[in-house]
């Protein structure tokens, strides 16, 4: 998506509306002069005195181009970079420019002329500089923003105008770090081969900053979103209702906006249990054994309890995170009235537990970060997939590689296997089916879906980005 790209007088209002706006829309924000001033290790004021403004000017003209690098960015830039071309080059190339156009005396009254070097000497240089520079700002300006009315008036006013570069029909997936995530290339491809013209992307929402995101979402006009590490939990009160499957799992992956209220949604219950079903596999009277005792474990193993699995085995390093997996298995297997309540064993991930629940199983799952690319762990051995039965199918929900050393391995030994990319488009599927409202034909898409990924993976690959097993 473009940037924002804000240019007028010193003392518009860029620095202040720009951060205002980029926080509304969750956007990033930089200021060229703040990030001048940051590499150089001192105010403007003094570059200015020392060295001579042609120098500033290359210095932010340094700034303006790495800016301009950027991508769902609001800049605030200085009141003079327009008046090099390659500047509003390089910005309009990725930005759409807006003019904030403030009344000079306005300006005049309030600036403090001692921290603006062009201006110290005196407040009447704010209208030669008008005079100057109007005809420049007005040329290179996509959009033209009157800020004679007040802070908050001039807010609205730019935040309207942006809406038309981040409309309200948006989707995104939230997270941190986020920028890993190939959920943006999935659903887009998804709305493409469906013919509609929504837009997904993906949203840096920092850690602890979850009620804030919501606030800006409801604002800002968004129609859904994913959630992923580090919110899953952390959003529930913020959210204006539960689904049922969400409240069990205590987590949400999945915010859909329906008249101004969030209602939040998981879909790691049914995903993995979608990305079985196309193999001809059920958790029904199977032997399930879960690797780890996260998030996505739980789900699994609620949904696994559901749909009335035999034994459930949850292998953790901590005993009160699979004790806590055991209750909510056992939870939602009474309130949805399975037909049977599972045997749930919890044991560490020793060498030997490994191998002991193996020895039975049906279905085996990873749904630990071990083998992820990136990570700098994977498992001390894999001796336990030659207990496993020759019917035993091997699942791992890290989808970076799609092949990981724990399927390549099961695959040698001639184990049946299924990888986490699998899991990753089951659960984008439902969550779209979610956001719109109907049934989608999930397997027309699935092949749309899995080629979208492969290449936002490959890209990944090349481009030397880390991958995280966390989907959607």
Known sequence: MKNIVLIGLSGSGKSTLGALAAERFGLDFIDTDAEIEKSEGMPITEIFSEYGEPRFRDLETAAVLSAARRSRTVVATGGGAVLRDEN???????????????????IAAALD???????????DRIYELSRSRRARYTACADARLLCADGQDDALERLCNLMRSEYPDDGFAVIGDPIGHSVSPSVHNAVFGELG?????????APRGKIGDFVARAKISGMRGFNVTVPHKQDILPFLDEIDEDARLCGAVNTVLAQCGRFVGYNTDMEGLARALGRRGRAYGGGDIVIIGAGGAAAGIAMKAAIDGARRITVLARRREKADDVRERALAAAS???????????????????????????DVLINATPLGMLGAE?????????????????VCDLVYNPPRTKLLRESEALGLETLGGLDMLIAQALLSDEIFLGHPLDTEKLCETAESAARYA???ARTGARSANTDVL
């Open 88 to 106: 509003m080059r390089a910005l309009r190339e990725t930005g759409l420019i807006v003019f904030l156009d403030r009344p000079p005396e306005q």
């Open 196 to 204: 509609l013209n929504f837009r997904y992307s993906a949203i840096h």
């Open 457 to 459: 993976l490959d890209a």
């Open 113 to 123: 002329c001692g921290a603006r070097p062009l201006l110290s000497e005196g407040a």
């Open 377 to 393: 762990c994977d498992y001390d051995s894999l001796d336990f997939l030659t207990a496993l039965p020759a019917r035993a199918l």
């Open 335 to 361: 309130a949805r009235a399975a037909r049977r309540v599972p045997d749930i064993i919890r044991a560490d991930m020793s060498s030997e537990a490994l191998r002991a629940a193996a020895g039975s199983a």
